[in-house]
């Protein structure tokens, strides 16, 4: 079955480091894709970043990098240089076959960038 | 990528009472998907809604309570029927792309039932 796990319920960082946001999953399929997302206050859900299960490097975009362990089946965000408007839950998603191609979604960091 | 939209974008109900949500999408959509979000909790998948037919429920959901219909490639509704309290959630509509890494979301309707 299916399961998406985000142990980290709230993270604190300064202003300008680089955080790391866990995620860990569990699937049967071979394919399966996993992706974050940023909500912010306003409730819109943002797209950051994408790996496909057999995508040979870890997927960047920007100072967005997913640190991809198959064996491990960790899928964890790293956002560097991290700025306030970073402040936002995150949430760790998967997608696979199994059940008919649908999306489900860990339970959310809640991401705190100090000044 | 696609652009989704929906409507009503919030809305205040009475206990007993239906509401139906609309959502667009700008361009064709492989699937298309309906979210739960209730206050300060993740998303929870309600059905995938298929084009002329059907909707699949996940476990929890009934068509009695949530009817879904999606009569073409671009365009869904949600209805909730027979609301209480305990509706008072984020819906969400979300599209899927041809390509698997493709998947957006619609700006959500905050529903209040008092």
């Known amino acids: 079955a299916q399961k998406i796990t985000q142990t980290q319920p709230g993270m604190f960082v300064q202003e300008k480091e680089a955080v790391t946001l866990d995620c860990t999953y569990d699937?049967?399929?071979?394919?399966?894709?996993l992706f974050w997302y940023k909500q912010p206050s306003s409730g819109e859900m943002i797209f950051l970043i994408y790996q496909g299960s057999y995508d040979q490097q870890n997927a960047t975009e920007g100072r967005y990098s997913l640190n991809f362990q198959k064996a491990r089946k960790s899928a964890n965000l790293v956002i560097s240089a991290s700025q306030l408007g970073d402040s936002a839950m995150y949430f760790c998603?998967?997608?696979?076959?199994?059940?008919?191609?649908?999306?489900?979604f860990g339970a959310g960091t809640r991401l705190f960038v100090k000044a | 990528s696609a652009v989704i939209s929906q409507k009503p974008s919030r809305d205040i109900c009475q206990r007993g009472t239906s509401l139906t949500i609309q959502c667009q999408v700008d361009?064709?959509?492989?699937?298309m998907f309906w979210y739960r979000q209730q206050p300060g909790q993740s998303l929870t998948l309600i059905a995938t809604a298929n084009q002329g037919s059907e909707a699949t429920y996940e476990s929890g959901f009934v068509i009695d309570k949530f009817p879904i219909s999606r009569p073409n490639l671009t365009f869904s509704t949600l209805t909730v029927s027979n609301m209480s309290p305990e509706d008072s959630s984020i819906y969400l509509c979300s599209g899927s792309g041809p390509n698997s890494y493709e998947q957006y979301f619609g700006p959500g309707t905050r529903l209040t039932v008092t």
């Open positions: 361009s064709q959509v492989t699937m």
């Open positions: 998603a998967m997608r696979d076959n199994t059940g008919g191609f649908k999306t489900i």
């Open positions: 699937t049967s399929d071979p394919s399966y894709g």
